[in-house]
């Protein structure tokens, strides 16, 4: 559904693990799919996308796994830095059209050194 | 324009004045959408344009709120009578209507009812 003013979740992690934030989406008929990250006082930024016919996609540093099954995205980056600190989001939509980009509820990455 | 551009950046109203928050999309977009963000908090769908469609105003919290975009250009979204409660980042995105959905955000208008 719709994303709505939530308190955000928070994921601790230290500096120079891993890290691993989870989204689940809602339509079965979405066949794209995006993580975006929002640094404080900044509007959220594209970091990687992914199809639906794909179930792995990489990036720098950052990697994007989707599982249709049980409608489950998750980003996982590597080597987490402080800089990684942010409220990252997941999307999802459908190509052309009257497609409308669905947004999750946010999770916010705290990195401590 | 290079990005998404909101404007202004910052207002501070006093709660009963109404306000008019400003968007331009990104050339050639045909999508817009606006959200509101309170602090600490996740994105609010508030309204999502579509080339001629007709919006989809289904995360509007009230009547006091409205949007307006003409043709594939600049939207405006009204806020009236505003109250506390609607202090917030009020964020604008567009994007195109071919095979890649991504939305470009712009940086967001931030207002304050005093």
């Known amino acids: 559904g719709e994303s709505v003013g939530l308190h955000l979740p928070t994921l601790s992690v230290q500096e120079g693990d891993n890290s691993i934030i989870n989204c689940a989406y809602s339509?079965?008929?979405?066949?794209?799919f995006i993580w975006y990250k929002q640094e404080s006082g900044k509007g959220p930024q594209f970091i990687i996308d992914i199809r639906s016919n794909m179930d792995k996609r990489q990036g720098q540093r950052v990697t994007v796994l989707l599982n249709k099954t049980v409608k489950h995205l998750s980003l996982q980056i590597a080597a987490t830095q402080p800089g990684d600190s942010a409220v990252y989001f997941c999307a999802e939509g459908r190509s052309g059209g009257y497609n409308k980009l669905i947004f999750g509820a946010g999770t916010r990455l705290a990195v401590h050194p | 324009g290079a990005g998404v551009s909101q404007s202004p950046s910052n207002k501070v109203t006093e709660k009963g004045k109404d306000v008019e928050l400003r968007c331009d999309p990104i050339s050639g977009h045909t999508a817009l959408y606006w959200y509101r963000q309170r602090l600490g908090q996740g994105l609010e769908f508030l309204i999502y344009?579509?080339?001629?469609?007709?919006?989809?105003k289904s995360g509007l919290p009230s009547d006091r709120f409205s949007a307006e975009r003409t043709g594939e250009s600049v939207s405006t979204l009204t806020i009236q009578r505003t109250q506390q409660e609607d202090s917030a980042v009020y964020l604008c995105?567009?994007?195109?209507?071919?095979?890649?959905?991504?939305?470009?955000f712009g940086q967001g208008t931030r207002l304050t009812v005093v």
């Open positions: 995105a567009s994007s195109s209507s071919g095979a890649r959905t991504e939305a470009f």
């Open positions: 344009f579509q080339g001629n469609s007709a919006p989809d």
């Open positions: 339509n079965s008929a979405s066949d794209y």
